[in-house]
């Protein structure tokens, strides 16, 4: 039980990252792109990484221990299956709410201007905004990107709290990788309910919701799984924990390629992208190394 409470821990810090990206937003004096283009390069380094070098392996193992080298082809469908379903979540979600959109300098720029609030009031006060279409526009794309990061947090939190089940030491660096891949996500949420309301503990509270979506789904898919398949002492089988692996490896090598390198590059100059890339699979491979 001490394990499953440090999978969900790991999962929550992961999921909790968002309120950080929100609260870098309002309390920076102003966004840093490259740190952002770094992280985010990083967060994809350490996802492929990982995901080709030890969970999908992980997923073979216990796979063919069981069926032998069927267990290969189930564990490369699981793979693809696994980037399926974040592939249909992904185009779920309509392309101007895409919560991986990237924001520019002056769209940011206000957030970190203690008077904007004030200003805002005023000009809510004037009837210039609030109860504007536009107001309505950009409150509904700022909650549309809220519930867009959850669905996407779902998988994202049952791939960390399924790592760190296994192995407490690889579930800190999935959680890691995950928490800085969602600090942007934390900024696209604060946007638009920022200036829709000029409420910074409004923008904040639904950035941080968002990322509860993680540990949620995390408990969600816990808790469905001890009871369809566990056993009789509630322990999930080693082969369904293989298909699992194989499917979190093709959820997080989707994430790592379809949003996190085209928002790396986006935030960032020259080879900032390839950098926090290269730095990730580096310190990915050395925790490895020294964990066995």
Known sequence: MKDVWVALGLTMFAGMATGIGSAIAFMARRTNYRFLSVTTG????????????????????????????????????????????????DNLIPAEENPHETHSEAETMPLHDPRAGLLKD?????????GTPHGRKLMRMGLFTALAIGIHNF???????????????LGVVIAVAIALHNIPEGISVSVPIFYA??????A??????????????????????????????GAIPPQVMGILFGGVAGIMVYISLDELLPASRAYGKGHDSLLGLVAGMVVMALSLLLMK
């Open 197 to 202: 309301t000029g409420n910074r503990r409004k």
């Open 42 to 89: 990083f967060s994809a380094g350490v996802m492929l990484y990982v995901s080709f070098v030890e969970i999908y392996v992980k997923g073979v193992e216990a796979l063919t221990g069981r069926y032998g080298d069927w267990g290969h082809w189930i564990n490369a469908a699981s793979f693809f299956t696994g980037m399926l379903l974040i592939g249909l979540i």
């Open 122 to 130: 005023q000009a809510k006060a004037q009837g210039a905004h609030g």
């Open 204 to 233: 904040f509270f639904y950035s941080l919701l968002s990322g509860l979506a993680e540990p949620v789904g995390a408990v969600i898919a816990y808790l469905a799984l001890r009871v369809f398949v566990g056993g009789a002492d």
């Open 155 to 169: 998988p994202e939190g049952l791939a960390t709290f399924l790592a760190a089940l296994q192995d407490p030491g």
